[in-house]
Nanobody, 123 residues
Framework: QVQLVESGGGLVQTGGSLRLSCAASGRTFSSYAMGWFRQAPGQEREFVSAITWSGGRKYYADSVKGRFTISRDNAKNTVYLQMNSLKPEDTAVYYC????????????????WGQGTQVTVSS
């Protein structure tokens, strides 16, 4: 069992930066791939980024490539999402998830989810 708690969301202006954190409980954190998804009002939850258990492979949605960076610290049971050059279309609730990376962009690859943190980018 893994419990996930996101933090770091907030209100930022266009072009600004935020760093999201996702703290995991459980001794098996390092065995899971971790993903970030987001959901805007009235929209489907969409893939943002993922990282393998070792951190050796990282995946990004085209919409965030070059602006967002995912990383993890297995010693701290934490995964991060550094978000730079934020745009109003990045406004959403951001969720972290733990699971396999067989298909890292699919929600069904993830067994555990956090409750989300709101990111709002003003124009």
């Amino acid at each position: 069992q893994v419990q996930l708690v996101e933090s770091g969301g907030g209100l930022v202006q266009t072009g600004g930066s935020l760093r999201l954190s996702c703290a995991a409980s459980g001794r098996t954190f390092s065995s899971y791939a971790m993903g970030w998804f987001r959901q805007a009002p009235g929209q489907e939850r969409e893939f943002v980024s993922a990282i393998t258990w070792s951190g050796g492979r990282k995946y990004y949605a085209d919409s965030v490539k070059g602006r967002f960076t995912i990383s993890r610290d297995n010693a701290k049971n934490t995964v991060y999402l550094q978000m730079n050059s934020l745009k109003p279309e990045d406004t959403a609730v951001y969720y972290c998830a733990a699971g396999s990376t067989l298909l890292p962009n699919l929600r069904n690859s993830y067994a555990y989810w956090g409750q989300g943190t709101q990111v709002t980018v003003s124009s």
